[in-house]
């Protein structure tokens, strides 16, 4: 079940990328993506435990079935659908800065 963990983490990480910054734009809509994400984090933390309340894989597979797995195949649509940043990117981005920073540094001294 831990392999769900790495599922969610991913498909989260996405949507955290991807939504974000839509929610930024004024205080009233960050207080709303705080809400919809503390609720999100609750309801998958719960759906991800049931294994571990239950310690048994009969009953567990039947809590899953009984959501037809839901959360499983939205974290997997969700990971499919939408675009991940390449971590170079990232990288090179954080590089440059940290450049400029050199240079701006050398140039006040």
């Not at 963990?5 to 207080?31: A, G, W």
Request: aromatic share 12%.
């Amino acid at each position: 079940m831990t392999t769900v963990s790495v599922q969610y983490e991913y498909s989260i990480s996405t949507v955290r990328h991807n939504v974000r910054p839509l929610f930024l734009r004024s205080q009233t809509l960050k207080r709303v993506y705080d809400v919809m994400t503390w609720a999100a984090t609750q309801i998958c933390i719960c759906y991800m435990v049931v294994p571990f309340v239950l310690l048994s894989v009969g009953p567990s597979l039947k809590f899953y079935r009984s959501w037809y797995f839901g959360l499983h195949v939205v974290c997997i649509l969700l990971a499919v659908a939408l675009p991940v940043k390449p971590r170079h990117l990232k990288e090179q981005r954080h590089l440059q800065a940290t450049h400029r920073n050199c240079i701006q540094r050398e140039e006040t001294t």
